[in-house]
């Protein structure tokens, strides 16, 4: 089983759909959980932290985390082409280094 | 505020050769890695550094070793290459929460 997993996609939403994106991870005294985006051919950036149970919501982004089912999702709401990337789910313990999940294709159609 | 630069951004290798991946970051973070990332795939840490003169194993570290003389400064060194090496490197520097993790641009790695 793998630490941390990711369907690697792609996922295909219209535009303007909601996108969820889901990550599941084995280790339960995991303690912070990340979103990353990636375009294509570019590194990864940093688009949510969540670290307690429940919503976490920046602009369009929302990242939910539930502990007890070990799992991790994005939605993205009013998704826009500019969104079409690679999501990297993240998950670390305290002193220790993340673990990336496989990452998910989005494929936003206009 | 360059954050944190790789070079070089694009190698072709033979089999057996050597290289060095530099990496400095700017951002004064005591924690830095090495991550590599295979076609469709995830990160994969390689190596990671606490502070100057500490380095520690990641998940794949075979095949590679690094350095950490300054808090700037992580080069990552293959010996020997192999066609299995050929990637994409990360470096990336962070906190020493090591959550919040910066990445540098990227380098692509062929090795033929």
């Known amino acids: 089983q793998k630490e941390v997993e990711q369907n690697s996609g792609p996922l295909s939403v219209p535009e303007g759909a909601i996108a969820s994106l889901n990550c599941t991870y084995s280790d339960r005294v995991s303690q912070s959980f990340f979103w990353y985006r990636q375009y294509s051919g570019k590194s990864p950036e940093l688009i949510m932290s969540i670290y307690s149970n429940g919503d976490k919501e920046d602009g369009r982004f929302t990242a939910q985390l539930n502990k007890a089912s070990q799992y991790v999702s994005l939605l993205i709401r009013d998704s826009q082409p500019s969104d079409s990337a690679t999501y990297l789910c993240a998950v670390g313990r305290a002193g220790n280094m993340l673990t990336f999940g496989g990452g998910t294709r989005l494929m936003v159609k206009p | ?112």
């Open chain 2, 1 to 112: 505020n360059a954050g944190v630069t790789q070079t070089p951004k694009f190698r072709i290798l033979k089999i057996g050769q050597s290289m060095t991946l530099q990496c400095t970051q700017d951002m004064n973070h005591n924690y830095m890695y090495w991550y590599r990332q295979d076609p469709g795939m995830g990160l994969k840490l390689i190596y990671y550094s606490v502070g100057a003169g500490i380095t520690d194993k990641g998940e794949v570290p075979n095949g590679y070793n690094v350095s950490r003389s300054t808090t700037e400064d992580f080069p990552l060194r293959l010996e020997l290459a192999a066609p299995s090496q050929t990637s994409v490197y990360f470096c990336a520097s962070s906190y020493p929460d090591g959550n919040t993790i910066y990445f540098g641009e990227g380098s692509w790695l062929t090795v033929v």
